[in-house]
Each structure stands twice: as C-alpha cells, then as structure tokens.
C-alpha cells in the first residue's frame, strides 16, 4: 500500500473544495416527531422518520444527548446529528465521496471517516466535531481495518487489504504525522497502551482460541504474555477487557483488569458458538472503567435471534444485572442511561426500568 496524501485540512484543501462542505445549519429536511423530553438523564423515547433511501446507519452517541447518523441525499453523504432534548438535526459535514465506515472516538471530540470512490482506493479523514477535517489520508486500497486508541486519538493502526490476500500494517501518528509499516503476523491488531501493540496467534482451530503476544512500536520486538485460550481483548481506556475461552465448562472468562494492575473483576458467561467459532458478546464501552455486556442465559450454539440475553453493567467494582432483551448488538450513551440495540441501531432500550422499544421508523 502506498501513501498518496497525508496532512491538514489545509494542505488537501485544494482536492477538497466544491466535493466537501462544513455546515452547522439545524436541518429541517428529515422529519421528526418526539415526544415531550423530560430529564436529559433518562430523555422520553423520541420516535423518528426517515426516508429508507437516505438512510445509511447510526454511528453513535456524541454526548448524552446527541446521536450521529449517516445520511444520504441527492448524491451527498452527509455526517448528522440527531439532538434528542430538542427533537433537531444538525448537519456538520457533507461529501460527495461514499462514507463506508464512521467511527466516534471515546473522547467525543472526533469522528473517524473512512470514505471510498472506487474499490481500489480509499479516504481516512479525521473529523473534529465541529465538523472540519484535522487530517486526511490517502490508501491504495478500500478494504481497511482499523483500531483508534481510546484515550490518544492521535494513534490509529491500520491494516489494508488487497485482492491477491495480501496485506499491509501501518501505524499512524496524528500528532507527528508519522505513517510507520510494520511487519506483523496478524492484521487484525489492537492497541494495548501507547508503545504495543496486541497481536494474538491463534489455534489452527479457531475454537482453541489464541495466544496473546505483544508488538513494540519502539524497537519492533514480539513478546509473549502467556495469556491462551484469548478470544479477545480490549482497551476500553484504564483497564483491559479480556475474554478467554474454557471449553471444558463452556464458558467465556472474562477479566476487567486496570492498567496498573492494582484492581480487577472476573466473570464468566455461557458460551455461543456459530459451530465453527465462539462468538462473543456486543458490549459498549461507556467509561474508560466501564461497559454495557450483553451476554447468553445459557451455553448454546447461535442459530435462534430471538433467544433472550441478560444485560449488565460492569466496571471494577463488579456486575451490575440489569435485565433481559433479545440477543443484539448495541451501543450505548455516556452516561449508560440508554442503548441503541439492534443491525440498524433502531431499537431504544431503556436502562431503568429497563424497557426496549422502537424509535427510527423508515418511510418506504
């Protein structure tokens, strides 16, 4: 992979003008209907109406109160905001190039855009809230995987694929501009503190899980954990999140462990397998000590949507169980007050009490 641009939004502004436009207009073209909104910490269900053609996903929670959406229209790609106190779209960025992925960092202060014209290349573009673009890169390739550190957003790695299977790994530095290949076993990385990077070697069975080893970024070294049987682990800010395998009990161990490693929780679930992998529960990462799980009532194999799930809150501190909802992905405000569930995020689920009901509704 080559790359071709890589700077400030000054440097691209030339490419950039008259495809990409900034706007902070409240929108009136999307239509919507909420009900009276009381406490912002637990806000009345609004209930909105979209055009199925305009509608591309929901990104996320920006803040308590405000929900980013893609949304298409008369051959623009445009990053807006649904306000939930206020029942009002804001629209702050606009493109004529496809948006394929948009990601919210944990800090809320900015948006991770991946963009493609063709399938042979691809536009990563760092959006600030306010809607102007920090930085915008270039790829020769428009299948990306990516991981954005959670508290340093100036961190991204990347890995981009090619057609003949092959890949490559770059490490990003928002900060110095700096776009490091690295040679790596793995593509599918994750940041585990400023300086490594996560890279787990797995079984020749994906059900025996992997082994957890470590990359510098500094001296480009490979060690060991000793950590096995890893399904997965995440950095969710000041602690990690890891979830191991024991297919003895038929279980997912998982261990919140703090960065310093003064503190940590363990639990276990049952475990779901699509018969050829373990498939691990949605969460949402509310806090950098905290998350939303979603997890089985019983060890079985994934072949019934309709099977209920039990939805925790766990931190350090230990599990708090919340209730029952059908099994789905979700992902969840700040404040851990409500979640947006399901494929299309047009489930409102309601924490306390805990209550689910539609809220986006499209107009065919």
């Not at 040679?183 to 490594?196: H, M, R, S």
């Not at 096995?228 to 395998?245: C, F, H, R, S």
């Not at 498939?279 to 939303?292: A, G, K, M, R, T």
């Not at 489930?347 to 805990?354: C, K, R, T």
Request: proline letters at 4%; glycine letters at 4%.
């Amino acid at each position: 992979m080559l790359l071709l641009c890589i700077g400030f939004l000054q440097g691209c502004s030339e490419k950039e003008s008259g495809n990409d436009t900034v706007k902070q207009d409240v929108d009136s073209e999307i239509r919507a209907d909420s009900d009276e909104v009381g406490k912002l910490a637990n806000p009345v269900k609004p209930s909105i109406l979209l055009d199925n053609n305009a509608f591309h996903s929901v990104v996320g929670w920006m803040s308590n109160d405000e929900i980013v959406f893609v949304i298409v229209e008369k051959g623009q790609w445009m990053i807006r905001t649904y306000t939930v106190s206020t029942a009002s779209w804001r629209t702050i960025y606009s493109t004529t190039t496809p948006i394929i992925q948009a990601t919210i960092h944990p800090s809320k202060e900015m948006i991770l855009l991946h963009t493609s014209k063709d399938s042979s290349s691809a536009e990563i573009q760092f959006l600030h809230k306010n809607g102007y673009i920090i930085q915008s890169l270039s790829f020769e390739s428009a299948e990306i995987y990516m991981d954005w550190h959670p508290t340093n957003p100036n961190l991204v790695v990347f890995s981009t694929f090619y057609e003949d299977w092959t890949y490559n790994t770059f490490v990003y530095d928002g900060a110095t501009q700096d776009l490091t290949s690295i040679e790596i076993e793995n593509p599918f990385v994750k940041w585990y503190d400023e300086e490594n990077l996560m890279v787990f070697r797995w079984s020749d069975s994906a059900l025996d899980g992997s082994e957890l080893f470590l990359y510098s970024n500094i001296d480009g070294t490979l060690k060991s954990t000793g950590e096995e049987k890893i399904l997965d682990v995440t950095n969710i800010g000041e602690a990690l999140l890891y979830v191991q395998i024991n297919e003895e009990n038929k279980q997912f161990e998982y261990r919140l462990e703090e960065n310093n490693g003064k503190r940590e929780f363990k639990w276990a679930t049952p475990a779901v397998s699509n018969y050829s992998e373990w498939v691990i529960p949605s969460f949402s990462i509310v806090s950098p000590q905290e998350l939303l799980l979603l997890n089985a009532k019983e060890s079985r194999n994934q072949d019934d949507p309709s099977q209920k799930s039990i939805l925790s809150k766990i931190s350090l501190g230990g599990q708090n169980i919340l209730g029952e909802v059908e099994e789905q992905s979700i992902t969840c405000s700040p404040n851990a007050n409500i979640c947006l569930g399901g494929y299309t995020k047009d489930n409102w689920i309601q924490i306390e009490p805990l209550k689910v009901e539609k809220w986006i509704y499209l107009n065919e």
